[in-house]
């Protein structure tokens, strides 16, 4: 790939530059746009958000389920000089206003006008002009001007899921960007005869880099799925002979339980994120298929893969090494690092790592403090560089001053029969600080009982480690990208026991 203009770096719209015209680029619903077409696209696209009003640094909105027209416009809003916001499309709309005025927005791209103005009225927004997919298909009356712009610039802003607090914007560079889809792929390899398969939602870092940015850089043609259904993707794979697919836990779950190995023959790799995956459902996967399901790591502010393990060898419950160019260290409350196989804070440093978060200085020095990404998360690291992660830092449970970290008590979980998916997470108690709590839902037709599930873990755990209290649900909650949202299962949780109390 060559740099722009001599030693100048590429910009993130660039990726697509250098392709053969007549290769495909992108197929959704069955419609094919080859790479000649996207650059005339993005590019009439472009010139139409400058008509619009687009000037550089502009934060401009996009709402939409996954299609080609997502791609072209998030290149496009980018080309123009913009910065790209891109929303989770099952936000309601409070939520959407939120995002609008922090962000100090005044454009947005939509598949669908929103309707917003009660909304955008109570947050105290000023206006906001929706351009939607037709609208931006129409003549314009100028030609695209480019735009000076800097790999350093600010391109675009990823808002955090918000399962606590309002949701923060980590700012993106251009260089964020590329450099994480150059990285990746010098670990995880593409070549331009490789198709993917786009099921993850696009708004969400993880699909936007590893199903999206990666392929686009490297010349592949990227079939893109609206809404995931086995069934649909059983069907996309095969038609179009697919030979990549990322996706989270979830997906690879579904797959194990409902396909069959000549199904996902044409698939080369598949890499999990979003979630940790089961190291029964890895190993279940392996066995069935013959082919390993290559887990990783990242987090928007990191743009956002950090680690993934090499398909020469795969380390199973581990999200594998750090990517060529990404530092990662495990540190300790005095942001020392520690030695290998001791716990502490996973941190990250690299060209992959964010600008700061908008509009939040004091927040953005917390979490960049000495140089370090501070992930939050908890890990330890190996002797070979592999990296386990044990839990999220807010998530461990300390019960009568011992830690419980819930990720071990669900792996745990996991090899009993008849659970399917389970959640583990700490609520208070008056005599140890916090008790143990699990969420199950199981298998269908399967049944469990309490006592039995707690005679289950006795043998496997030490006691302060398992559950005082169980519950069966029918599905756990989870956000857009399949993460299980701890924080309303701790609010449901409190709420259970006081109704059990009662």
Same mark, same amino acid.
């Given at each position: 790939?060559?740099?722009?203009?001599?030693?100048?770096?590429?910009?993130?719209? !660039?990726?697509?530059?250098?392709?053969?015209?007549?290769?495909?680029?992108?197929?959704?619903?069955?419609?094919?746009?080859?790479?000649?077409?996207?650059?005339?696209?993005?590019?009439?696209?472009?010139?139409?958000?400058?008509?619009?009003?687009?000037?550089?640094?502009?934060?401009?909105?996009?709402?939409?389920?996954?299609?080609?027209?997502?791609?072209?416009?998030?290149?496009?809003?980018?080309?123009?000089?913009?910065?790209?916001?891109?929303?989770?499309?099952?936000?309601?709309?409070?939520?959407?206003?939120?995002?609008?005025?922090?962000?100090?927005?005044?454009?947005?791209?939509?598949?669908?006008?929103?309707?917003?103005?009660?909304?955008?009225?109570?947050?105290?927004?000023?206006?906001?002009?929706?351009?939607?997919?037709?609208?931006?298909?129409?003549?314009?009356?100028?030609?695209?001007?480019?735009?000076?712009?800097?790999?350093?610039?600010?391109?675009?802003?990823?808002?955090?899921?918000?399962?606590?607090?309002?949701?923060?914007?980590?700012?993106?560079?251009?260089?964020?960007?590329?450099?994480?889809?150059?990285?990746?792929?010098?670990?995880?390899?593409?070549?331009?005869?490789?198709?993917?398969?786009?099921?993850?939602?696009?708004?969400?870092?993880?699909?936007?880099?590893?199903?999206?940015?990666?392929?686009?850089?490297?010349?592949?043609?990227?079939?893109?799925? !609206?809404?995931?259904?086995?069934?649909?993707?059983?069907?996309?794979?095969?038609?179009?002979?697919?030979?990549?697919?990322?996706?989270?836990?979830?997906?690879?779950?579904?797959?194990?339980?409902?396909?069959?190995?000549?199904?996902?023959?044409?698939?080369?790799?598949?890499?999990?994120?979003?979630?940790?995956?089961?190291?029964?459902?890895?190993?279940?996967?392996?066995?069935?298929?013959?082919?390993?399901?290559?887990?990783?790591?990242?987090?928007?502010?990191?743009?956002?893969?950090?680690?993934?393990?090499?398909?020469?060898?795969?380390?199973?419950?581990?999200?594998?090494?750090?990517?060529?160019?990404?530092?990662?260290?495990?540190?300790?409350?005095?942001?020392?690092?520690?030695?290998?196989?001791?716990?502490?804070?996973?941190?990250?440093?690299?060209?992959?790592?964010?600008?700061?978060?908008?509009?939040?200085?004091?927040?953005?020095?917390?979490?960049?403090?000495?140089?370090?990404?501070?992930?939050?998360?908890?890990?330890?690291?190996?002797?070979?560089?592999?990296?386990?992660?044990?839990?999220?830092?807010?998530?461990?449970?300390?019960?009568?001053?011992?830690?419980?970290?819930?990720?071990?008590?669900?792996?745990?979980?996991?090899?009993?029969?008849?659970?399917?998916?389970?959640?583990?997470?700490?609520?208070?108690?008056?005599?140890?600080?916090?008790?143990?709590?699990?969420?199950?839902?199981? *298998?269908?037709?399967?049944?469990?009982? *309490?006592?039995?599930?707690?005679?289950?873990?006795?043998?496997?755990?030490?006691?302060?480690?398992?559950?005082?209290?169980?519950?069966?649900?029918?599905?756990?909650? *989870?956000?857009?990208?399949?993460?299980?949202?701890?924080?309303?299962?701790?609010?449901?949780?409190?709420?259970?026991?006081?109704?059990?109390?009662?």
């Amino acid at each position: 790939l060559k740099p722009r203009r001599g030693a100048k770096a590429m910009l993130f719209y !660039e990726i697509i530059n250098d392709h053969p015209a007549e290769d495909p680029a992108l197929i959704c619903q069955d419609k094919m746009l080859t790479y000649g077409e996207v650059r005339e696209e993005v590019t009439l696209w472009a010139a139409h958000l400058q008509s619009s009003g687009v000037c550089k640094g502009d934060k401009v909105g996009l709402f939409s389920k996954n299609c080609n027209e997502f791609v072209i416009a998030y290149l496009a809003i980018i080309k123009a000089g913009g910065v790209v916001v891109p929303f989770n499309f099952q936000l309601a709309a409070p939520e959407v206003a939120y995002i609008v005025q922090d962000a100090g927005m005044s454009v947005m791209v939509t598949r669908q006008k929103l309707k917003l103005y009660a909304a955008l009225q109570e947050c105290g927004c000023g206006p906001l002009k929706q351009l939607d997919f037709e609208d931006m298909r129409q003549p314009v009356d100028r030609s695209y001007e480019d735009i000076a712009m800097d790999d350093n610039d600010n391109c675009a802003i990823i808002y955090t899921s918000g399962t606590t607090g309002h949701p923060k914007g980590a700012m993106l560079s251009h260089r964020n960007l590329v450099a994480n889809a150059k990285d990746f792929t010098q670990r995880v390899l593409m070549y331009s005869s490789d198709k993917t398969l786009c099921v993850l939602p696009m708004y969400h870092c993880f699909a936007w880099t590893v199903s999206v940015a990666c392929p686009l850089l490297h010349g592949c043609c990227i079939v893109v799925q !609206e809404n995931y259904t086995l069934a649909e993707a059983l069907r996309l794979i095969q038609r179009y002979e697919i030979t990549q697919f990322a996706g989270v836990p979830t997906m690879i779950q579904m797959f194990e339980k409902g396909a069959d190995s000549g199904q996902l023959a044409s698939v080369r790799f598949f890499i999990s994120g979003g979630a940790s995956l089961p190291q029964k459902l890895a190993k279940d996967f392996k066995k069935k298929f013959g082919k390993p399901v290559q887990e990783g790591y990242g987090l928007s502010e990191a743009s956002p893969v950090c680690t993934v393990n090499p398909a020469e060898k795969i380390k199973v419950g581990s999200i594998g090494p750090q990517l060529p160019n990404v530092r990662v260290e495990i540190r300790d409350e005095d942001d020392r690092r520690v030695a290998s196989g001791t716990v502490g804070e996973l941190c990250v440093r690299g060209d992959n790592v964010m600008l700061g978060y908008l509009n939040r200085p004091e927040e953005t020095a917390a979490a960049l403090r000495g140089g370090w990404l501070h992930t939050g998360d908890l890990a330890y690291q190996d002797e070979e560089g592999y990296i386990f992660i044990v839990d999220r830092l807010k998530d461990m449970i300390i019960t009568g001053g011992e830690n419980v970290y819930p990720r071990e008590v669900e792996e745990a979980l996991y090899h009993h029969p008849a659970v399917q998916e389970n959640a583990v997470v700490g609520v208070p108690d008056k005599l140890r600080g916090q008790a143990v709590c699990a969420y199950l839902v199981l *298998k269908e037709g399967a049944a469990a009982t *309490k006592p039995q599930l707690r005679r289950f873990l006795m043998e496997r755990l030490a006691g302060y480690k398992v559950p005082k209290y169980f519950f069966f649900c029918e599905q756990l909650p *989870k956000n857009g990208t399949g993460k299980v949202m701890k924080t309303a299962l701790r609010e449901n949780a409190i709420e259970d026991l006081v109704n059990r109390q009662n």
